[in-house]
Nanobody
Framework: QVQLQESGPGLVKPSQTLSLTCTVSGGSITTNNYFGSWIRQPPGKGLEWMGVITYDGSTRYSPSLKSRTSISRDTSKNQFSLQLTSLTPEDTAVYYC???????????WGQGTLVNVSS
């Protein structure tokens, strides 16, 4: 069974950079057709897809966040990471990592981590 666990700070200040890591167990992130995504949900709002890193290391980002978002991976640790720059309070959200093996479907979710952007 594939399991995902997010880790990172729960509180960051405006203008700073958020760094989150997703540790994957039960499956390799380099497995063919594994797509690792970051998705967030601000309080009282819906889910927002932020970007994805594919099994071969390619990345794609949401157009609205592309200028501030970077996703990378460490295959030796079976982890993929998110960096989001120039934070504002509007970036306050629960951040999830997820893996898709079927296009258009999220097959595995992390439990989510709440990030509060506040001075």
């Amino acid at each position: 069974q594939v399991q995902l666990q997010e880790s990172g700070p729960g509180l960051v200040k405006p203008s700073q950079t958020l760094s989150l890591t997703c540790t994957v167990s039960g499956g390799s992130i380099t497995t063919n057709n594994y797509f690792g995504s970051w998705i967030r949900q601000p309080p009282g709002k819906g889910l927002e897809w932020m970007g994805v890193i594919t099994y071969d290391g390619s990345t794609r980002y949401s157009p609205s966040l592309k200028s501030r978002t970077s996703i990378s991976r460490d295959t030796s640790k079976n982890q993929f990471s998110l960096q989001l720059t120039s934070l504002t309070p509007e970036d306050t959200a629960v951040y999830y990592c997820a893996i898709s093996v079927v296009p258009g479907t999220v097959n595995y979710w992390g439990q989510g981590t709440l990030v509060n952007v506040s001075s």
